[in-house]
């Protein structure tokens, strides 16, 4: 079974080759986009909040996600993969 498979693998062209595993690398990043939807927040570290210079226990939540701690890889902004899945 893998014997055959790289035995395949050796009978072709390497553009083929590469192609075939462009398409794989692709297949997976999608993959992952429906896996795991959300990334960290970048403004706020993924702690959803905004914390006060002076006064730290003091805190509002994050503007950029809202105080959620997290936004859409962009992957799924350009896409949509993944949208479905999170509530
Ligand atoms: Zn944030």
């Known amino acids: 079974m893998v014997e055959d498979l790289l035995t395949w693998l050796?009978?072709?062209d390497p553009a083929t080759l590469?192609?075939?595993a462009v398409v794989l690398v692709v297949l997976?990043?999608?993959f992952s986009l429906w896996a795991?939807?959300?990334a960290k927040c970048g403004l706020c570290k993924?702690?959803?909040r905004h914390v006060g210079a002076v006064y730290t226990y003091?805190?509002?939540p994050c503007r950029r996600c809202g105080g959620s701690g997290r936004?859409?890889?962009l992957g799924v902004r350009m896409?949509?993969?993944g949208r479905l899945r999170s509530a």
């Open 10 to 12: 050796g009978a072709q």
């Open 18 to 20: 590469f192609w075939l």
């Open 28 to 30: 997976g990043y999608l």
């Open 36 to 38: 795991h939807p959300w």
């Open 46 to 48: 993924g702690k959803a």
């Open 58 to 60: 003091a805190w509002r």
């Open 71 to 73: 936004k859409y890889r």
């Open 79 to 81: 896409t949509g993969i």
